[in-house]
């Protein structure tokens, strides 16, 4: 609900390029979130044992609760003829600009969970890093990600979010065929080439998810909300299925993990080209 509902505020009160480098912003804290979990946990592990993490996640929610209550006010327009849920959700579906955008996000996140759930066996199995080293190569990501971050928010005054989703999309292309064709082709596989490949992956997240984000809101001024759930559900629901995907082929190299994420890429352009074949654009509801 947090994130459903923070996009919808956002488009809410913002539009056009500020609507997009506000959900830049929140667009950030959503894929860090998945990638800064381990970390956390593993540390409140080490320090406290396992009951400090429901204690850490208690304190948290009501901080949270708090401050949500005290400085968010209602911001959607009162709307007497608003259709119901099921037709919210079919006028995204049938938006065939929306889909594609709902595509890049949804195999971009299935991607990034790839290497959630490849790298353990890679990092620790494969280059036999310790358990305690792991969580740095892991978290180098995260900087990478914040980085890319910025100069995606600076790059929103010059160019449209479509552009720089096209952008980050080439970048994942690129590197991840770089990665697959790297470790398939060479018998000793290097860590720092194989961490340097994946950051550069997974950063570009941010161009990917965050303008894919606000093109698709952009479409549904006054179904914001129903677009926002849709995204974040199929996103994650694909990073469900891609994680697996991984589990299943796992053999001990780093060769799925790849497989997985370049053939993520691969589907998230190709599906936003077959639906955004028509240039047509239009918004609904």
């Known amino acids: 609900m947090a994130i459903v509902n923070s996009g919808a505020i956002i488009r809410d009160v913002s539009s056009g390029r500020d609507s997009a480098r506000n959900l830049s912003q929140m667009a950030l804290i959503m894929m860090m ?25 208690l304190i948290y929610t009501v901080i949270i609760t708090f401050l949500i209550y005290k400085n968010i ?11 119901s849920a099921l037709q919210r959700y079919l006028a995204v579906l049938k938006h065939r600009q ?10 971009a996140y299935g991607g990034m969970f790839a290497f959630i759930t490849g790298s353990p066996s890679v990092y620790m199995g494969f280059f036999k890093i310790s358990e305690t080293v792991y969580p740095l190569f892991f978290g180098a990501n995260i900087v990478t990600m914040i980085l890319a971050n910025r100069v995606n928010v600076r ?3 010059y160019y449209n979010s479509s552009h720089l989703l096209s952008l980050g999309q080439s970048i994942q292309l690129v590197t991840g065929f770089t990665l697959l064709s790297y470790v398939s082709m060479v018998d000793d596989p290097q860590l720092a080439i194989v961490v340097g490949l994946v950051m550069l992956f997974v950063g570009s997240q941010s161009f990917i998810v965050s303008n894919a984000t606000s093109s698709t809101i952009e479409f549904f001024p006054n179904n914001s909300g129903t677009a926002s759930a849709l995204l974040g559900a199929s996103g994650f629901a694909t990073g469900a299925l891609s994680g697996s995907l991984v589990g299943l082929l796992g053999d001990g190299t780093p060769l799925p993990m790849a497989m997985v994420m ?12 077959i639906m955004q074949r028509s ?7």
């Open 33 to 57: 979130a998945p990638l800064l979990a381990p970390v956390i946990g593993m540390t409140l592990l080490q320090i406290t044992g396992w009951h400090g993490i429901f204690v850490f996640l």
């Open 73 to 83: 006010p209602e911001t959607r327009a009162k709307n007497k003829h608003r259709p």
């Open 98 to 107: 929306a889909l594609g955008y709902l595509f890049a996000l949804c195999f």
């Open 155 to 157: 790059l929103l005054r």
């Open 262 to 273: 370049t053939g993520c890429i691969v589907m998230g352009i190709t599906l936003r080209f």
């Open 279 to 285: 240039k047509k654009l239009k918004t609904n509801l």
